[in-house]
């Protein structure tokens, strides 16, 4: 029985549209000089013997463009917020007043933007990688589906519009790493 070359072409893109997501939940990670609460995403701590993320043991805000208040839910909490920010790779030193958690936003200087810039493009490029295998995938399936019986045209058919939808979702992620490129280099 010939396999289904719709169902190819729904999977190839499944994996591509998650490339394209997991690029954009990446490089909201990066700090661009302005308060973002995303740079704190990848921070857990140790919360009733579970290793919890931050946001589940303190609410995370931005009063102003330069500045991130963790106001952790429980008071005794204070001191292990504060700990686990200052061993993670987030890079700032929090402010502990008794109360919330300050952290304060430098300025970035003109060489660490372009570090920013060369990571968030090494990020880009891994998610082409990533959607040039999916692509490749797809059509050793069409391939291996033409051996056996789809008709030449139905597969030449379907390798055009995988390679449709290779350029469109690579277009998606020259999309997203320009406007984070902007948002980076924007002083």
């Avoid at 719709?6 to 990066?30: C, H, P």
Wanted: hydrophobic residues 35%; charged residues 35%.
């Amino acid at each position: 029985m010939p396999v289904d070359l719709k169902q190819i072409g729904q999977k190839a893109e499944e994996k591509m549209q998650a490339s394209v997501e997991f690029l954009d939940e990446t490089l909201s990670r990066i700090r661009a000089g302005k308060a973002n609460p995303h740079i704190l995403d990848g921070i857990k701590l140790e919360y009733y013997g579970t290793l919890t993320p931050l946001s589940g043991v303190a609410s995370i805000n931005t009063p102003d463009a330069r500045t991130i208040i963790v106001q952790p839910w429980e008071k005794q909490m204070l001191k292990e917020v504060e700990k686990a920010i200052l061993n993670s790779d987030v890079g700032i030193t929090p402010d502990n007043n008794g109360e919330v958690i300050r952290l304060s936003i430098p300025p970035l200087t003109e060489e660490r933007r372009k570090n920013l810039v060369k990571q968030a493009k090494q990020e880009a490029e891994d998610a082409k990688v990533s959607i040039r295998n999916a692509r490749r995938d797809a059509i050793d399936s069409i391939k291996k589906a033409v051996k056996e019986g789809v008709g030449e045209d139905l597969g030449k058919d379907a390798e055009n519009d995988m390679q449709k939808l290779h350029d469109k979702y690579i277009k998606k992620i020259d999309d997203v790493f320009i406007i984070k490129e902007k948002e980076i280099l924007t002083v």
